[in-house]
Structure formats: structure tokens, C-alpha cells
């Protein structure tokens, strides 16, 4: 009799894998390397005022972090492989070790993920953080449960909080190649750029603001096409809209990632915003369709503002999607991106932190095994238990959005 093996794993194999994923992500992250140097160059001189040389200066400190990032995450990796687990003892076994352990992916999407002055000890803590603490430790590629980038950005965000909102603020950090102020972040302001948002992200200033009307945004940023394209304060790689767009329909026609999950995520958090818009009519004093079309009609510049800031579409494509930390079934990532949506939500609009989509991620990750056993080798068909499953996650999401309008301030 022919064994038959029984397990709950699909057994068809779908074309996808962790090295064609990790063999894909350099296409589209190597060049958005590239890109974000060019645009902090664009932004500090056609917005800032900045001279030619202070925007090269700008690029040159972006450039840094983004090669200290990846070099702290290889040299992490190199130490750890070579010393504990003693995979090597030469440059050809040390290649073949990098080769299949891709530390330079971990620390592009790492250092993307940080603002251009961030001091470069910061940059190195971390990078050995991501590679050691988030996945080393778990047994290397493929055993790790959380994201290894999101884990070393977790750390720098919480261990060096000021810093890095100081790595963001043009106005704090010095135009110059000072290397003492470049590794250590000791700034000594002599000419700060005069410019009221330059020193904070789109999100810190409008959570200040609370419910901001469509006037207050065209005065600090202009035009939607600027947050589209990256012209504001932000992370290296996290403004780049345009970019990771590309990167995102790329990934998905080469079948290195799935859709659904970024555009759940995404598409959830601008109609849980937009709800919010839509409940603060008269706070937010948004045209109907009675007047002309524009991004003021039914307040669609407010979710707009909240999808294009914050690294919502850098986490939703870059992140999320690892196969590794999410789930396997088609089933466990819907809710797996459903409820990335409401967690950042939630930190965004009740707890009005600027890293929801950071802490989202990494907390959906624990929950990845567990939607994993409860899903593989479910039947077909919709059972009771998935029915009051949804039905309380739609109470949840219509409960935050009404709890948000009434923090805001928006309901009477």
C-alpha cells in the first residue's frame, strides 16, 4: 500500500519562495537607495532653500546611513555565522554564507527605514539588533517570527527616541561633513534652515493639529503631488510613494508577492480615515458635490494625507508581505492585513503615534502561528465560527472610527 503523507502544508507548489522573494527585493530596493539620496537632495534645495553643496552634504549623509546599515547587518551576520554557528572559516564559505542569509536586504530595508541624520552609531546598534535579536537567535532565515528590519527600527525608535527626531528636523541638524557630529549626532547649529516644517514628519505636525481642514494642509505642504513624490520630512525610503508603487506592481507580476495583502491594509486604513472625515463634516468644512471636484470633495484629502505619510505604503509592501511573518493561507493574510489596518489606525488616530505601522506590523507577526494552525487544512465553505469572527471585527472597525471622530473632537 502507497504511504500517503497527511499534513496540513499545501503540497502544490505555488512558485514562490524566500530566495526568489529575497532575489527580487534588490531590483526594487538598490535603486530606492539611489533615489532617496536624489530626493533629500531635491527637497533641501528646491523647497528649503538649501545651496547646491548643502544638498550634496544632505545626500552624502543619507548615503551613509544607508551603507552603514547594510554594512552593520553583514558584519552582524559574519560574526554570528562564523562564531556561533561556524559555518565558515574562509572568504569563499563566507560568501556562500551571505549569499543565502541576505543581511544586505535586511539592512536596505533597515536603514530605509531611518531618517537622513541619524547619528551612525545609532545605525550600527541597530543593524546588529535586527540580524542578532530578530532573527539570528530564532535560528536564522526562514525560523525568524518577527520581521528582522522592523526589529531593529523597533529598537532605535525607542532607545534613541530624540534622535532620531532629530534626524528628521533640517533645522537641528548641521549642513556639514563634521564626522564627530555625522557617528555621534553631536550637532552644533550654526545655520539652520528656516522653514516651519522642516524639523517634524507630516504626521507629528498634523497630530497636533488634530482634525485639519483642507486649507490648513494646502498652507504646509502645498499640493498632494508633494507628499506623492517625497518632498517632506520623513525616513529615507518611507516617503517614496511613487517608488514603492512601482516596486509594489513589479513584485506582484513577478508573483514575488501577493496583492492582497498591501491593498487590504492600505485600502482599510483610507476607508477607516475617511470615516473619520466623513462623521467631521462641519470641523473639517469639506465641499460636496455641489461644488467643483477636487480633493476637498467629501474630504478625500484626508485619508489621502495618512496613506502617503507615516511609511504606511513602504511597511504594506516591503514588510508586511515577507513570507516568512505572515501568514500562509489566503484566508490567515486577509485577516492578518485586516487587522494591521486596525492596529494602525488605532495608534494613529487614539494614540497619535507617528509609528503605527512599525508596532503593527511586528504585533500581527506574534499572531502569524496562530492564524496558521487555526486556518491550514481548513475546509472549504464558511464555518459560524469565521461568521462571528467578521462580524465582530466590522463592529470593531466601525466602534474605532466613531471612537476616533469623537476624540478628535469632531462629534457633538
Known amino acids: 500500500m502507497t504511504n500517503i503523507q497527511v499534513a496540513p502544508y499545501p503540497h502544490i507548489h505555488s512558485g514562490r519562495s524566500t530566495h526568489k522573494y529575497m532575489l527580487d527585493l534588490p531590483i526594487t ?32 549623509r543619507a548615503g551613509l546611513v544607508i551603507f552603514t546599515g547594510v554594512f552593520s547587518c553583514i558584519a552582524a551576520e559574519t560574526i554570528w ?43 550600527i546598534l541597530g543593524g546588529f539588533v535586527a540580524i542578532i535579536i530578530g532573527k539570528s537567535i530564532f535560528g536564522g532565515v526562514g525560523h525568524n517570527i518577527f520581521n528582522p528590519a522592523l526589529v531593529g527600527r523597533a529598537f532605535v525608535t525607542i532607545s534613541f527616541t530624540s534622535l532620531l527626531q532629530q534626524g528628521v528636523n533640517y533645522q537641528a541638524t548641521p549642513f556639514n561633513l563634521n564626522l564627530v557630529s555625522i557617528f555621534f549626532g553631536v550637532n552644533k547649529v ?19 493639529q488634530g482634525l485639519f481642514t483642507y486649507a490648513t494642509f494646502k498652507e504646509l505642504y502645498g499640493s498632494m503631488w508633494r507628499l506623492f513624490l517625497g518632498f517632506y520630512p520623513s525616513a529615507l525610503g518611507e516617503s517614496l510613494s511613487f517608488w514603492i508603487l512601482l516596486a509594489f506592481v513589479y513584485l506582484v507580476v513577478k508573483k514575488t508577492i501577493n496583492w492582497f495583502v498591501p491593498v487590504i491594509y492600505v485600502g482599510l486604513v483610507f476607508f477607516m480615515t475617511w470615516g473619520v472625515a466623513l462623521l467631521n463634516q462641519d470641523a473639517l468644512g469639506w465641499a460636496g458635490f455641489g461644488e467643483a471636484l477636487s480633493l476637498n470633495t467629501l474630504g478625500l484629502y484626508y485619508p489621502l494625507f495618512y496613506i502617503l505619510t507615516g511609511g504606511l505604503l513602504f511597511g504594506a509592501v516591503f514588510m508586511a508581505t515577507e513570507p516568512v511573518t505572515q501568514p500562509i493561507t489566503k484566508r490567515g493574510r486577509v485577516i492578518f492585513a485586516t487587522y494591521l489596518a486596525i492596529i494602525t489606525f488605532a495608534i494613529r488616530m487614539l494614540g497619535n503615534l507617528p509609528e503605527g505601522v512599525l508596532f503593527s506590523i511586528l504585533f500581527m507577526n506574534c499572531f502569524t502561528p496562530i492564524i496558521d494552525n487555526a486556518l491550514m487544512g481548513q475546509r472549504k465553505g464558511t464555518s459560524i465560527k469565521e461568521i462571528i469572527f467578521w462580524v465582530v471585527t466590522v463592529g470593531l472597525i466601525v466602534g474605532l472610527v466613531f471612537m476616533a471622530s469623537a476624540r478628535l473632537g469632531g462629534l457633538n
Do not use: H
Not at 530596493?29 to 532653500?49: E, G, N, R, S
Not at 543581511?103 to 531611518?114: K, R, W
Open 190 to 208: 550654526s545655520n539652520p534652515i528656516n522653514d516651519a516644517i522642516a524639523g517634524a514628519t507630516p504626521l507629528a505636525v498634523m497630530a497636533k
Open 81 to 123: 555565522n562564523r562564531y556561533v554557528k561556524k559555518e565558515f572559516n574562509d572568504f569563499a564559505g563566507w560568501f556562500r554564507s551571505m549569499a543565502t542569509t541576505y543581511p544586505s536586504i535586511t539592512g536596505m530595508l533597515y536603514a530605509l527605514s531611518l531618517p537622513f541624520g541619524t547619528p551612525l552609531y545609532v545605525v
Open 29 to 60: 530596493t538598490y535603486p530606492m537607495a539611489i533615489v532617496a539620496m536624489l530626493m533629500q537632495f531635491l527637497y533641501v534645495t528646491i523647497y528649503l532653500d538649501a545651496s547646491f553643496v548643502e544638498g550634496i552634504i544632505v545626500a552624502i
